[in-house]
């Protein structure tokens, strides 16, 4: 969706209705992934009738997840969305109330029988414990990254480094527990 209104206004397109334009596309991006031709009438877009090609090889379409921890976005993750991104600097206590604030949605929106991943970046420690943690809270996939050191020139042996601890100290752990 966006956040950043100056790229809204170098791109011409108004930054005030972005939300309802996100949604709208969300649905037409669905149609192309999966019909054979879409005409498509909108609030905000008119296009077709057309043919999309080639679809996806994710069936029925790749899910599409929606990040960000504004109201705006939770609601949107939970209406329309196959998964949330939960961006920014949540506390464990926080990202919690959201999660349990999607279910809910989601139940309203006769939702919650569908698939649904909930993405964090972590922010507590990297052991089996600190994931373990997310897991209870129902965090489905951790986005992990290396540390980057002071002078943020991250070498491929560091990169190779912490996917070998990520294997030795988290995976396999988790897979002996």
């Known amino acids: 969706v966006g ?28 149609e192309l992934w999966t019909e054979k031709v879409v005409h498509h009438r909108g609030p905000c877009y008119e296009l077709g ?5 080639p679809k996806p090889v ?6 599409v997840e929606i990040g960000g ?3 705006a976005a939770v609601y949107r993750a939970a209406r329309l969305g196959d998964g949330w ?12 109330a959201r999660i349990k604030e999607i279910h809910g ?27 373990q943690r997310y897991a209870d809270i129902g965090v489905t996939r951790l986005m992990l990254r290396p540390p980057f050191p002071p002078d943020g020139k991250v ?19 988790g897979r002996a527990e």
């Open 155 to 173: 070498t491929l042996n560091d990169l190779t480094d912490f996917i070998d601890r990520c294997g030795d100290e988290i995976i396999s752990k």
């Open 3 to 30: 956040w950043l209104e100056v790229e809204f206004d170098f791109a011409g397109e108004s930054f005030q209705d972005r939300g309802k334009r996100c949604d709208e596309i969300i649905g037409l991006l669905r």
């Open 105 to 131: 949605l989601r139940h309203r929106a006769d939702r919650a029988h569908l698939p649904f991943e909930i993405t964090m970046g972590n922010r507590l420690g990297f052991d089996l414990d600190s994931v």
């Open 85 to 96: 991104l939960a961006t920014g600097a949540l506390e464990l206590g926080e990202l919690a």
């Open 58 to 63: 994710q069936k029925p379409y790749p899910p």
């Open 69 to 71: 921890t504004s109201n």
């Open 49 to 53: 009738p057309l043919r999309f090609e």
